[in-house]
């Protein structure tokens, strides 16, 4: 069962397309994506999947493993940053440090698309909030970063303030569209939802596909600036999201049934941001080097969630 998942995810089309990507970075084609096509199609998968949440959540009732949702997910938001801050703070400035730990305590809107194609090629749904949990974790892990920078390194120059950065997370593009559009799936009208349903579901996958061959083009280039840190940087970045998806897989099982849910809580708790963190830590750890945080969390940790994270994940959750 599990090498057929396993096998299942590597021969998936889409990300067949990320490998086709790293390839043709490596090899130095001329292959591009335009910057436009490419913030265009990110849009597209988040108006997509947040619409499509909010009208699974129109349909829900809001019950207690919704509330428990949310609260967990906020939980586990502010607290992966919390214990991995120390030790990346063994080898690492505290610039630095906050700046990986809030990119692993936030997530990554790129890695939850890919594990929505992954719980449609099993035939699995998931329920509308988790949408909802997802935006909702970007903003406590920032905070959490800046709260231990400010706490251990105080002469770190803060710009604004902290009231400033939560502000910039809220207010982040991702995070708005993503949560408008579930707002907008949530109150539109069934009948009159139904006739964007094939811009919403019937050409997600090809566009994620086109979309995964430009993360693997990215994620080739950005992979050589992060070299000269080393292999404690390159196993962090796979233990620690491996520690903390499976932990989570096993965990949601006290308050859940749902095997959708809980492989999207997994792949959430597992995922780095390299969007909405590093625009935040402009502001708030301008000392903090994005040759570190964000070739860990593109380079290394969106990779392997995409090809063994998520089947090992999976299993955990079918299994418990």
Not at 12 to 34: C, H, Q, R, W
Not at 110 to 119: E, K, M, S, Y
Not at 136 to 159: C, F, H, N, T
Not at 251 to 258: H, K, R
Request: proline share 5%; glycine share 8%.
């Amino acid at each position: 069962m599990d090498f057929e998942i396993l096998l299942a995810n590597l021969t998936n089309p889409t990300l067949l397309y990320f490998v086709l990507g790293i390839v043709a970075a490596a090899v130095k084609s001329d292959l591009e994506i335009p910057s436009n096509t490419a913030k265009f199609i990110s849009l597209y998968l988040l108006f997509s999947i947040g619409f499509k949440g909010g009208q699974e959540l129109s349909h829900s009732t809001f019950d207690q493993e919704i509330l428990l949702s949310l609260l967990f997910g906020l939980f586990i938001s502010a607290a992966i940053p919390l214990y991995t801050f120390f030790i990346l703070k063994s080898k690492m400035n505290p610039s630095d440090a906050g700046a990986v730990a809030a990119a692993y305590g936030s997530v990554s809107a790129v890695t939850f698309v890919a594990a929505v194609g992954f719980l449609e090629s099993q035939g699995l749904t998931f329920g509308g909030h988790m949408v909802a949990v997802m935006a909702l974790m970007e903003s406590p892990a920032i905070i959490m970063g800046v709260i231990l920078l400010m706490r251990y390194e105080p002469d770190a120059p803060q710009k604004g303030g902290i009231g400033n950065i939560i502000r910039h997370s809220l207010t982040n593009g991702s995070v708005i569209m993503i949560l408008g559009s579930l707002v907008i799936g949530l109150i539109a009208d069934s009948r009159q939802a139904e006739g964007i349903k094939p811009f919403t579901t019937d050409i997600f996958k090809g566009f994620l596909a086109i979309f995964l061959l430009e993360m693997g083009m990215v994620t080739a280039r950005r992979f050589k600036a992060f070299r000269k840190y080393g292999w404690f940087a390159f196993l962090f970045a796979i233990i620690v999201p491996l520690i903390n998806g499976c932990l989570v897989a096993w965990a949601t099982g006290l308050f859940s049934d749902s095997e959708g849910n809980r492989f999207i809580f997994a792949i959430l708790a597992a995922s780095a941001s390299y969007i909405a963190v590093p625009a935040a830590m402009r502001l708030a750890a301008p000392r903090a080097d994005p040759g570190l945080y964000i070739p860990m969390a593109i380079g290394v940790t969106f990779p392997f969630n995409i090809t063994i994270g998520m089947p090992v994940y999976f299993l955990i959750v079918h299994l418990t």
